[in-house]
């Protein structure tokens, strides 16, 4: 099929950025959304422009590298896929196809489609750990974890930091992110230890990023290609309270 | 000392949490204000009324109350001004093409907009009742009939009214969400009933002016 | 037999093989606490390895600089790991020990792996169980609140742990958790988006790295103590592979130029359950993994070139052929054995699918006997992925797969303290050659990178450390100055050449070259032809390649090209290895030498050695040392699995 390629172009964090179109013929409905963009690229080197820079690694939608506005949706139109499992047949012949980047204030273009996502690192480093140092564990079977709270923790766990979320979120707020690693670690035992001093650290760091704020649109977790549940934002809300209100944390 | 306050005040989900708050003593003031006004329907020529707001008048705490009661609308605005305009900034380059993956309603996204007109009919309100307190109390009842031949009146009382509706169509789940309550059991629950109660709050509500409008044959 | 460079001592402890790790650490010199910090050590790759080895070294107190390709440490390939990780707990009370998983990856890696290092893996893999799950990885569990595990394959124990089909996913972030907290605390300089595209040497010894920053394309150095590459396997030198794209062989092949001995490059591991290839388009191939043999039943038609649908086929003309060939093992046979089975079954013509390039894995059964919601909670994100790619839905319909590249056993030659023949050069993980002989059992990789990772390397980069009376060194030294305009003169040389054709289009060629000469069947005359392939389309490489744009701005097509270039160099070493070897074992099949049943047939007189290769000039000019494997253990013995 032919399409119609509406892409965010580019040079760099400080050039000005423009739509630019492309036409792309021979187009198959097998190929993933970035095989696409390789013939893409392929045909555009042919030619002697620059290829449409975008990340990606797996391919399989686990490292949460790849990812972009498609028509104004996050990852693209299916649920629970992110872009490099998005299939072409998807899209029709004839159709036109808006790609945009991330759009954030903490996610800077790079260059076309990539962003500077160190945010997420960042916010981890504040406290989306548990401090137990190598060779200090104890039997792994020491400690049972009710199979559906280690099921929960796995739901959360499961965040692939590629910042759909925040891309999807009207107002660029990253909490189904950082609450996706604050519920994780506060369903098991083994996060609980920690709990209050994580929670507080992690948000402020998530505020100083310079990401928004939830007003509960839930977009998020309709965009979240692992479909992290919402209740993860929840989760967190209360741990903030708990820790605010109850702990002695951050007299 | 008090660095934890100032913490949690700043934070974005203590803001938010803040706003919940306010956002739900301001129904439970609602509700008040609106089973108050209720009198308004039992009976035909406003004794009930004028009786239920002689009494409120008569309480000592009035002042104590109203002066609460504009906090919460303060800090409830000002929050909500402020935690807007720094999801604004928050996407400095908005995306050209517009999407969605479905959750997104009318009410979530048009909260500012609703609060706005609801602060606006607020004024209104104000106006037309509150800052003529001396009359207004003089004779309730009158004063309603009067101020209710207006259509112009009517229609932002109803104006106002409806944006109250979408506002909390959205608010009271979005509130429990915020104070960290989500349970698969509950939520669901939680969330129709708060578009329910929203939607027939914000009738009730509107109901008053257009009944005495219809009532009473609506003038000018 | 051969005799043994003296350069290749594997420094393998000997006497009882249960102490022998013990012995070796109590050993071993020691560099106090207080000394730590002054000591500098640079990592490559953030995966599981490299993640690991970061976190502990951090913990112990050493001043750390992580690099990685990616943006984020967090993405490193080894992400992408599904099925699970072994350890000798014997949770299941089913007959497991440290000795049975020794057993049992000395003769899956078919007699081509140190018992010493093996034993040490066996021996650690317990602690790698007790370290995630502090850590809070989510493991998978029983309803009584206690650790799950699973079956894989060359085993006859269940003795695999996992978090759904995402636990590669569920380590990483648990390592990539314990380093974040070391960056927190200022102990690891994490720098992403850097490729490291040189090792550099001063006084023989390994002492820094130069990097191209991917963002703005500067060259930087980084100076210290000790360089330790955790930068994953080469499948890709196949282009089709189930590796992440940026997997690569560059960072190891120019340590090897820089003097490091690349052993056994030829062992590569071709997964027997992958999504088949649908188009040119292909750019990856997709596993399904092998903990769906648990459940699901691999056929084909007994009829050859059977068209009808799958449910008009009845129970009787299906040809259940591992559960035929090997009823010992059945469906949980190794991985190059139950590769091996399904391409013979499809060169013969029973395979299905278009062009006849599958077999069906199907799980009928499972899912009437457990009912649909177990099978969709043990599977379901691989069910998911499969519906995505295929848009068949694996519920209803036997899978359809087919072997692809998947792993490669050989690497950087590494003694018994990961240290290459570079020293101060450390190999860890995937990296290097070390544990997995010819062939990998599943779940064993996991276990490897962390093992080396957290386990191993915090003891034996002290012996290195406290050994060699090390000066510091400046990145200003001389040799810094040296690899840095050696790195840049070839990045300036691909950019050069402005011909015609786009990097992709020779990593593909190449990509079928390997595959059809290379790939699960080997035989001379095929392995001579392609090392004359990878010679002439090198050349035409470096004559015709088209790259676009400038060094000193992010640059997809640059940073490709390098790694094609390396790719092309490498694979010519890799063939050369695979003509050498002229006896069949795991991986490497040489059509030359088989049973009468087809199954791969060793040679042990001749070739019980691991290959190194020393890089001696470009061209593919190498030359071949040869480390001798002694088995005290495990008696060198046929493989079977009948
Ligand atoms: C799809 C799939 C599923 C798998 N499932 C399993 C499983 O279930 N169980 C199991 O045991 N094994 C499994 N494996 C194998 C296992 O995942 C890998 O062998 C293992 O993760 C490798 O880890 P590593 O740390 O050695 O390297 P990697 O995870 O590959 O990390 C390499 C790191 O090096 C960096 N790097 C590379 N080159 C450079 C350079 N030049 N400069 C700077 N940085 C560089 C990268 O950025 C990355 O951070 C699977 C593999 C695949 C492909
Ligand atoms: C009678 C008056 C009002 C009531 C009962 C009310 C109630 C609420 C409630 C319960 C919430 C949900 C809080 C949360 O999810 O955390 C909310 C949110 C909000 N309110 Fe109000 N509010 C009122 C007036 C106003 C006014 C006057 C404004 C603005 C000018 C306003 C603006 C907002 C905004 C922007 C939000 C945030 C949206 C969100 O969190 O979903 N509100 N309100
Ligand atoms: S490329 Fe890894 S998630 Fe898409």
């Known amino acids: 099929m032919k399409l119609n390629l509406r892409i965010w172009r580019q040079k760099d964090a400080a050039a000005e950025g423009a739509i630019e179109t492309f036409e792309l013929d021979g187009v198959s409905p097998d190929m993933s959304f970035l095989e696409m963009l390789d013939i893409l690229n392929e045909k555009l080197v042919g030619e002697g422009t ?43 012949d004839g159709d036109t196809v808006q790609i945009e980047p991330w759009r954030s204030r903490a996610f800077p273009v790079i260059r076309d489609l990539v962003v500077d996502r160190t945010a997420f690192d960042r916010i981890q480093q504040a406290g989306g750990y548990v401090s137990v140092d190598t060779g200090s564990a104890p039997d792994a079977n020491i400690l049972p974890v009710p199979k559906p709270d280690a099921e929960r923790a796995f739901d959360y766990a499961e965040c692939i930091g590629c910042g759909g979320c925040v891309a999807a979120c009207p107002n660029g707020a990253a909490m189904l992110f950082t609450a996706a690693k604050v519920a994780h670690l506060a369903t098991l035992p083994q996060g609980k230890v920690e709990r209050d001093a994580r929670v507080l650290a992690m948000v402020t760091q998530m505020d100083e990023e310079g990401f928004g704020a939830c007003t509960n649109h839930y977009e998020c977790t309709a965009a979240c290609p692992k479909g992290v549940p919402i209740d993860a934002i929840a989760t967190m809300n209360r741990e903030y309270l708990r820790a605010t209100f109850l702990s002695k944390e951050g007299v | ?41 039992a009976d035909q020529d406003g004794s009930a009324f004028n009786a239920y707001v002689e009494s409120i008048s008569a309480l000592p705490i009035l002042p104590l109350a109203e002066a609460g009661l504009a906090l919460l609308f303060l800090v409830h605005i000002y929050l909500a001004v402020r935690t807007t305009l720094e999801n604004r900034k928050a996407r400095p380059v908005a995306y050209q093409a517009t999407g969605t993956h479905g959750q997104k309603t009318l009410a979530s996204t048009g909260m500012f907009v609703s609060g706005v007109v609801i602060l606006g009919f607020l004024i209104k309100h104000l106006l037309d009742f509150r800052l003529r307190k001396a009359e207004f109390d003089e ?56 578009r329910i109660f929203g939607i027939v709050l914000a009738l009730l509500f509107a109901s008053f002016p257009l009944v005495y409008m219809v009532k009473n044959g609506g003038t000018h | 037999m051969s005799t043994q460079n003296p350069i290749l001592d594997s420094k393998c402890p000997t006497g009882d093989i249960e102490t022998r790790w013990d012995r070796h650490r109590f050993d071993m010199k020691q560099v106090n606490p207080a000394n730590k910090r002054k000591f500098h050590i640079i990592i490559v790759g953030t995966g599981l390895a490299g993640g690991s080895a970061a976190a502990t070294l951090a913990e112990l107190g050493y001043k750390v600089t992580s690099l990685c390709i990616q943006d984020s440490p967090r993405r490193a390939h080894s992400i992408a790991a599904q099925g699970g990780i072994n350890a000798a707990k014997n949770y299941p009370n089913d007959g497991d020990s440290i000795y049975r998983l020794f057993y049992d990856t000395v003769k899956g890696g078919d007699f081509r792996a140190r018992e010493s290092n093996v034993y040490r893996l066996a021996q650690v893999s317990n602690n790698i169980i007790d370290q995630a799950t502090a850590q809070g990885v989510p493991f998978a569990r029983e309803y009584g609140g206690h650790l799950d595990n699973r079956s894989f394959g060359g085993a006859q124990v269940s003795r695999t742990f996992y978090a759904r089909g995402a636990t590669g996913q569920q380590l990483l972030l648990g390592a990539y958790a314990a380093m974040s907290r070391q960056i927190q605390l200022g102990k690891i300089d994490m720098r992403p988006r850097r490729e490291m595209l040189d090792v550099v040497k001063v006084d023989g010894v390994a002492r820094g790295v130069i990097c191209r920053n991917m963002v703005t394309g500067e060259y930087e150095r980084y100076a210290g103590d000790a360089v330790l590459l955790c930068t994953g396997g080469y499948g890709n030198v196949f282009y089709l592979s189930t590796n992440a794209k940026a997997s690569n062989v560059t960072a190891s092949w120019r340590a090897h130029k820089r003097g490091a001995y690349f052993a056994n490059p030829c062992y590569t ?48 003309e299906r040809d259940y052929y591992l559960e035929r ?49 177990t099978v969709r909670a043990k599977y379901g994100n691989l069910f998911h992925m499969y519906e995505k790619i295929t848009d068949e839905n694996p519920y209803e319909r036997p899978m359809r797969i087919y072997p692809a590249v998947h792993y490669t056993m050989g690497g950087l030659w590494v003694d018994y303290n990961l240290e290459s023949t570079v020293p101060g050069l450390f190999v860890l993980g995937e990296a290097n050659f ?7 059992l599943g779940a064993s990789a996991l276990m490897q990178g962390l093992s080396d990772g957290y386990f191993v390397i915090p003891y034996t980069v002290c012996g290195h450390l406290a050994g060699r009376n090390l000066q510091p060194v400046s ?19 691909l950019l050069a050449v402005n011909g015609s054709r786009t990097v992709d289009s020779f990593h593909r060629e190449l990509g079928l070259t390997m595959w059809d000469h290379c790939g699960m069947a080997r035989n001379k005359d095929g392995l001579q032809q392609a090392i004359d392939k ?18 000193e701005e992010f640059n997809q097509s640059l940073e490709k090209a390098g790694r094609v270039a390396d790719f092309l160099e490498f694979a010519e070493t890799f063939a050369m290895d695979a003509l050498d070897r002229s006896e069949s074992c795991g991986g490497h099949f040489r059509e030359e030498s088989q049973t009468e049943e087809g199954e791969a047939l060793r040679d042990d007189d001749n070739y019980c050695y691991a290959a190194a290769w020393e890089y001696q000039g470009p061209d593919g000019k190498a030359a071949l040392h040869k480390e001798d494997l002694n088995f005290e253990y495990v008696k060198l013995a046929q493989r079977s699995y009948k």
């Open chain 3, 534 to 551: 990878i010679g002439s389309l090198r050349e035409e490489f470096w004559n015709d390649v088209r790259v676009l744009g400038s060094n």
């Open chain 3, 325 to 373: 060939r090997y009823p010992a093992f059945g469906n949980l046979v190794p991985r190059d054995v139950a590769s091996r089975a399904s391409k013979e079954r499809c060169d013969a013509g029973f395979g299905v699918g278009p062009g006849g390039k599958s077999v069906y894995l199907d799980f009928a059964e499972a899912i009437q006997r457990d009912g649909e919601d």
């Open chain 2, 139 to 194: 004779a309730p009842h009158e004063s309603i009939v009067e101020a209710f031949q207006h259509m112009p009146t009517v229609a932002i009382y109803v104006v106002g009214c409806t944006a109250l509706g979408f506002h909390l169509f959205h608010a009271i789940q979005s509130a429990a969400q915020t104070l960290g309550f989500n349970h698969p059991k509950y939520t669901p629950a939680i969330l129709w009933f708060g």
């Open chain 1, 50 to 92: 620059d290829p449409v820079a975008f990340d990606h690694d797996c391919r399989e939608g686990v490292c949460g590298s790849c990812g972009a506005v498609v028509n104004g949706q996050v990852h693209g139109p299916d649920t629970e896929t992110t872009l490099c499992q998005l299939h072409m047949r998807r899209f029709r």
């Open chain 3, 475 to 493: 990145t200003s030294d001389e040799a810094f100055a040296e690899a840095e305009a050696s790195v840049r003169e070839r990045t300036d040389a």
């Open chain 2, 1 to 41: 000392m008090l660095r934890w306050i100032d913490r949690f005040a700043n934070s974005s989900i203590g803001r938010k949490a803040l706003m919940a708050v306010t956002g739900l003593l301001l129904i439970g003031f609602l509700l008040a204000h609106v089973a108050g006004n209720l009198t308004l329907y």
């Open chain 3, 434 to 440: 070390s544990d997995h002989g010819a062939n990998r």
């Open chain 3, 269 to 316: 591991q071709i997964h027997p359950t992958c999504i088949p290839v649908s188009g040119d388009h292909q750019s990856k191939l997709t596993l399904m993994s092998e903990s769906l043999r648990n459940d699901g039943r691999v056929w084909v038609p007994k009829k050859a070139g059977d068209s009808r649908a799958i449910n008009d086929i009845p129970e009787e």
